[in-house]
C-alpha cells in the first residue's frame, strides 16, 4: 500500500498543523516563492512549469503551461484565478487541501501569479466551504504580515496582491468564464467562446484560470526541478494527482498517487478495496461527467490518455466505485438531477434537455415508465450534446450512456415491474 | 424622505459608502425602517469589501452574504442599498442574487439544515436518511417548520463523499448521518443548545424560500403537460394549440399590421432601421 501513494501535497496531512506559517514554513514553505521572486525572471518560472509537462487538475487536463502562453503582450494588466469551486460529484480533494494546507495554495497561487506577470490574483471558493473560506482569510494574513504578499513582497518592490472570493451556490461557477462572471459580481453564466479568458477573462483582461491542485504542485516543481514531476507517470500526463475515492469501498478518502498507477491499485490498495461480501460492478473514473467504466478497465492506467482512450475521461479525479448492491436507474438518475439542476438555463438544449431526461428517469423509477422511454433518453442525451455554451449539457451523457449500454436491463426490470404492478391494480 | 422622490439617475450613478445615510437609496422603503441603522452600521464593512477588488461590482456576493449574516436572508432593502453601493438597478442586483441558492431573497429558519442527495450519498444510504429526516421535522425538501426554527433542503453534492452520507448545518458539516444523529441534532436545535450557532432571524419565515425548481416547469412549453416525453418539445400540442388560435385569422393580422403602422409614426427610426 505504502508504495503506490506518494504524498506531495497531502503530505503532513493529519499530522502537522499546516494552517500555521510557522509550521508551513519548517517544511520548505514560502521558500521557492521567495526564490522564484527574487532570484528568477516570469519567464524562468513559466519555463520550469512547461518543463514539467504539468496539466491541468480540474477537469479538462488542459496543458498549464501552454495555457498561460495564450496571454497576449499588449500590456494591459493580467489576472490569475484560482478555481477553488469544487462540487464536481465525488471530487473533495479541494476541500481537503483549502481546509489542511491554505499556505501551500497561496504559494502556488502567487508563483503562477509572478510567473504570468499578474499584480492581482484571485480565489474563488465555493459558497459552501465557509469554513475552508475562514481558514483561508487567515492564512492570508498570516502571509501578509509577513511580507510575503502584498505591495511589496520581500522587500522586493513587486506587487503580488490577493483577494478571497466566496461564491454562494452554483456549480456552474466551476465553469472559468461562468467563475469570472461571478467574480465580477453577476450571475454565473458561462461566456460565449472565443474569446477565452487568456485574451479576455477578468474585467475584460487577460485572464488566467488554473485548478487549485494544479497551482499548489508549483511550489514542488521549483523545488524539485521540472524533470522530477515530468519522470512521475507517463511522458504525456506526468506527475502526481490527488484521487478522491468515495461509493462502495473500505476506506473512502483523497490518496495521492503517481499517474499511471493503475485503477484496481487506486481502489484495492489506496481505498482498502470492496466491503466484504460485495462485488465490483462499475467506477466512474473522473467525477459525475465521466462515463462509468468496468470490470475489463480495471488494469488501465490512471492518467487523463489511458482514460480518454477507455471512453471515459479523468476529469477532476474523482473515483465512485460501484458494488453489486447498486441501483443504477437511481444511480443515473441522481446525476441528471444534479445537471439539471444545476443548469444555468441559457442554452435550451441543456435547460430543458437535463430536465427532461430527469423526469422520465423519475417516472421510470416511479414504476410508470413505458419501454420506448429507454431509447428516448439516450437519444435526447445524445442530441443535446456539444449545442450548448459551456460541457455541463455535455456531461449529461456519457454516464447515462454508458450506464444503459451495460445495464439496460436493470432499467428494463423497473418498467416491466411498474407496468406489472399497474396491470395486477 | 418619500421612497418614491428619487430618481434612477441618482441611484445608478452610485455615490460611494459613507454618503448621507438618510439619503442613500430611492428605492427602500424608508420611515424609520431599522434597516437604516442596520445600513449605517455595516459602511465600513462595505467599504472595505468594495476596496479588496478593483471594480465594485465584484463585491455585490460579499455584501450579499454580509447583510444575510445580520438579516437571515437578502431582504428587497439590504437589494436596494447593495445597487446603491455599486450602481447598479436593485432589479440587476436581484437578478444576480436570485441566481445562487445560497443567498435566501425570503426568510429562513434559524438553522438551516440541508442534506446531500448526490451521488456519493445515495450509495451510502442518504435515502433513508432523507427519508427520516423529512418524517421526522415533520416538512419536505425547501420547507421550514412553522415555528420558524428549521428550515431543510436537499442539496447537491457538498465535496464530503469520503465521510457520507453528509449534510450541512448552517454551512458547518456534518459528517457519517445515521438515524441517531439526526435525532441528536434536532433535539439539540430545539433544546437550545446545538454546538453550530443559530442564523440571524429578523422576519418570520414563511413554509418555503424558493420556489421548487425540481418539480417546476422551467419553460412555458413544459407547463401541466403530465408526460415528459411531451414536454413542449416537438409533437407536444400544448403550445400549438394557442398557435393556431392566432396565426392565420384575419383579425389578428390585420390588428398586427395595424400596430406596426401605428409604431412607426410615432418612432421613426422604427422604419429607418428598418425593423417594420
Keep these: ?425 | 424622505m418619500n421612497a418614491q422622490s428619487g430618481t434612477l439617475s441618482s441611484a445608478s450613478a452610485g455615490q460611494p459608502a459613507g454618503a448621507a445615510v438618510a439619503d442613500w437609496s430611492p428605492y427602500a422603503q424608508r420611515d424609520g425602517h431599522p434597516f437604516d441603522a442596520l445600513y449605517a452600521s455595516l459602511l465600513p464593512e462595505i467599504a472595505r469589501l468594495i476596496g479588496l477588488y478593483e471594480q465594485k461590482r465584484s463585491a455585490l456576493i460579499p455584501m450579499a452574504h454580509l447583510f444575510q449574516e445580520h438579516e437571515g436572508y437578502v431582504s428587497a432593502n439590504a437589494m436596494a442599498a447593495i445597487a446603491y453601493q455599486v450602481g447598479e438597478t436593485p432589479a440587476t442586483v436581484e437578478s444576480t442574487v436570485s441566481f445562487y441558492t445560497l443567498l435566501y431573497r425570503k426568510p429562513v429558519g434559524k438553522y438551516v439544515v440541508q442534506v446531500c442527495r448526490n451521488l456519493s450519498c445515495l450509495l451510502n444510504g442518504a435515502e433513508e436518511i432523507m427519508d427520516y429526516a423529512r418524517e421526522q421535522l415533520g416538512i419536505g425538501h425547501l420547507e421550514t417548520t412553522a415555528d420558524g426554527l428549521i428550515s431543510y433542503e436537499e442539496v447537491e453534492c457538498l465535496a464530503a463523499c469520503d465521510r457520507a452520507p453528509c449534510a450541512q448545518v448552517n454551512l458547518e458539516f456534518v459528517y457519517d448521518l445515521t438515524r441517531e444523529r439526526i435525532d441528536a441534532m434536532i433535539a439539540a436545535i430545539k433544546g437550545g443548545t446545538y454546538e453550530i450557532a443559530p442564523l440571524a432571524q429578523t422576519a418570520k419565515p414563511g413554509r418555503t424560500w424558493r420556489v421548487e425548481q425540481d418539480n417546476g416547469r422551467k419553460s412555458a412549453g413544459g407547463m401541466n403537460v403530465e408526460s415528459p416525453n411531451n414536454a413542449g418539445g416537438i409533437g407536444d400540442r400544448s403550445g400549438l394549440v394557442m398557435f393556431d388560435l392566432i396565426v392565420g385569422k384575419a383579425q389578428y393580422e390585420s390588428r398586427s399590421n395595424e400596430r406596426l403602422v401605428h409604431e412607426t409614426t410615432l418612432r421613426p427610426e422604427l422604419s429607418e432601421n428598418g425593423h417594420h
Design chain 1, 1 to 425: 500500500m505504502a508504495d503506490v501513494i506518494t504524498p506531495v501535497l497531502t503530505k503532513g496531512i493529519g499530522e502537522l498543523n499546516l494552517r500555521d506559517i510557522a509550521v508551513y514554513r519548517q517544511q520548505g514553505g514560502y521558500e521557492q516563492l521567495r526564490r522564484a521572486v527574487m532570484e528568477m525572471t516570469p519567464k524562468e518560472v513559466a519555463d520550469l512549469c512547461n518543463g514539467s509537462n504539468l496539466r491541468g487538475r480540474g477537469g479538462a487536463g488542459f496543458p498549464t503551461g501552454r495555457k498561460w502562453s495564450f496571454l497576449p503582450n499588449n500590456g494591459r494588466p493580467r489576472y490569475m484565478v484560482c478555481n477553488c469551486d469544487e462540487a464536481e460529484p465525488g471530487t473533495f480533494k479541494d476541500h481537503m487541501l483549502l481546509e489542511e494546507t491554505p499556505h501551500q495554495i497561496i504559494e502556488g497561487i502567487l508563483i503562477g501569479a509572478y510567473a504570468i506577470g499578474c499584480e492581482h490574483s484571485y480565489i474563488y471558493i465555493r459558497g459552501e466551504f465557509k469554513r475552508g473560506f475562514e481558514i483561508m482569510r487567515d492564512a492570508v494574513q498570516q502571509a501578509r504580515d509577513a511580507g510575503f504578499l502584498g505591495e511589496n513582497v520581500f522587500g522586493t518592490g513587486k506587487r503580488l496582491e490577493f483577494t478571497i472570493h466566496r461564491g454562494a451556490g452554483a456549480y456552474i461557477c466551476g465553469e472559468e468564464t461562468g467563475l469570472l462572471n461571478s467574480l465580477e459580481g453577476k450571475r454565473g453564466e458561462p461566456r460565449l467562446k472565443p474569446p477565452f479568458p487568456a485574451i479576455k477573462g477578468l474585467y475584460g483582461e487577460p485572464t488566467v484560470v488554473n485548478n487549485v491542485e494544479t497551482l499548489a504542485y508549483l511550489p514542488y516543481i521549483l523545488r524539485n526541478g521540472p524533470e522530477w514531476f515530468a519522470k512521475a507517470g507517463p511522458e504525456r500526463s506526468p506527475g502526481f494527482k490527488v484521487v478522491s475515492i468515495s461509493g462502495h469501498v473500505r476506506k473512502p478518502g483523497n490518496y495521492e498517487v503517481a499517474m499511471g498507477t493503475t485503477i484496481r491499485q487506486l481502489i484495492d490498495d489506496c481505498a482498502g478495496g470492496l466491503r466484504p461480501g460485495r462485488e465490483f460492478r462499475g467506477v466512474q473514473p473522473g467525477g459525475g461527467s465521466s462515463a462509468c467504466l468496468f470490470e475489463e478497465h480495471l488494469d488501465l492506467p490512471y492518467d487523463f490518455d489511458s482514460i480518454a482512450k477507455a471512453g471515459s475521461m479523468l476529469g477532476s479525479g474523482a473515483m465512485v466505485v460501484f458494488d453489486d448492491t447498486t441501483d443504477w436507474v437511481k444511480a443515473a438518475h441522481s446525476l441528471i438531477r444534479f445537471y439539471a439542476h444545476e443548469s444555468c438555463g441559457q442554452c435550451t438544449p441543456c435547460r430543458e434537455g437535463g430536465d427532461w431526461i430527469e423526469r422520465t428517469l423519475r417516472r421510470i423509477l416511479d414504476g410508470r415508465g413505458v419501454d420506448s422511454d429507454i431509447d428516448v433518453i439516450v437519444s435526447a442525451a445524445h442530441q443535446l450534446t456539444g449545442l450548448n455554451l459551456c460541457a455541463l449539457g455535455d456531461s449529461i451523457e456519457p454516464f447515462l450512456a454508458s450506464v444503459i449500454k451495460r445495464y439496460e436491463a436493470d432499467f428494463r426490470a423497473y418498467i416491466t415491474r411498474g407496468s406489472a404492478q399497474r396491470v395486477a391494480v
